[in-house]
C-alpha cells in the first residue's frame, strides 16, 4: 500500500496569484490616492523618517541600485514631493529631503500593503517567522528570482508606465 500525498501545486499556484492580485490592487489605490508607486512612497517615507538621506543610504536601506533611487528621486523632485540638499559636511553629497507637499502626501496615501505584512509578520513567533522566510527564499529560488533587484516594497511595478520601480 503506498501513500498518495495530494497534489498541491493549484493550491501553491492560487496562493501566489493571490498575493500578486493583493500587490496589483494596493498599487491601484497608492496611485490613485496619492498619485505615487509603492516605491517612491518608500523612499518618501525613509527620508520623512530621517529629515533627509542621501542616495547611497537609500539605495542601501531598499535594496536596490543607486541608479534606481536615482529615478525613483529624479520623479519625486518633478512632483515636488522632495528637494536635493547639497551636504553641509561634504559638498561632494546630496541629501534627499522631503517637502511640506511631500509630506502631505505622506499623510494622504493608504496604509502600506507591507505596513500590514510587517504588523502580522512581527506578531509570529520566531520559529514560524524564520519557515515562512525560508519558505519564501525557496520560491524565489524556484522562479529563478533570487538575483533579482529587489527593495522591502510590495510591487508589480508603476502602473501608469508598466514599468517597475
Request: hydrophobic share 35%.
Given at each position: 500500500m503506498s501513500t498518495a500525498f495530494p497534489d498541491r501545486t493549484d493550491e501553491s499556484l492560487i496562493a501566489l496569484r493571490r498575493i500578486l492580485r493583493a500587490t496589483e490592487w494596493f498599487a491601484r489605490d497608492?496611485?490613485?490616492?496619492?498619485?505615487?508607486s509603492p516605491a517612491q512612497l518608500r523612499v518618501l517615507q525613509i527620508v520623512a523618517e530621517r529629515d533627509s538621506a542621501t542616495p547611497k543610504l537609500l539605495a542601501r536601506q531598499m535594496g536596490v541600485s543607486q541608479a534606481t533611487v536615482t529615478a525613483l528621486v529624479d520623479k519625486l523632485v518633478a512632483r515636488?514631493?522632495?528637494?536635493?540638499?547639497?551636504?553641509?559636511?561634504?559638498?561632494?553629497?546630496t541629501?534627499?529631503?522631503?517637502?511640506?507637499?511631500?509630506?502631505?502626501?505622506?499623510?494622504?496615501?493608504?496604509?502600506?500593503?507591507?505596513?500590514?505584512?510587517?504588523?502580522?509578520?512581527?506578531?509570529?513567533?520566531?520559529?514560524?517567522?524564520?519557515?515562512?522566510?525560508?519558505?519564501?527564499?525557496r520560491v524565489a529560488d524556484m522562479l529563478d528570482a533570487q538575483d533579482i533587484d529587489a527593495a522591502p516594497v510590495l510591487t508589480t511595478?508603476?502602473?501608469?508606465?508598466?514599468?517597475?520601480?
Open positions: 497608492l496611485a490613485h490616492a496619492a498619485g505615487l515636488g514631493l522632495v528637494t536635493r540638499v547639497p551636504s553641509e559636511q561634504d559638498r561632494r553629497q541629501n534627499i529631503v522631503a517637502t511640506d507637499l511631500g509630506r502631505e502626501r505622506l499623510d494622504d496615501a493608504p496604509d502600506a500593503l507591507q505596513q500590514r505584512y510587517v504588523t502580522a509578520f512581527k506578531q509570529l513567533k520566531d520559529w514560524e517567522q524564520a519557515q515562512l522566510v525560508s519558505s519564501l527564499e511595478g508603476d502602473i501608469r508606465s508598466g514599468r517597475r520601480g
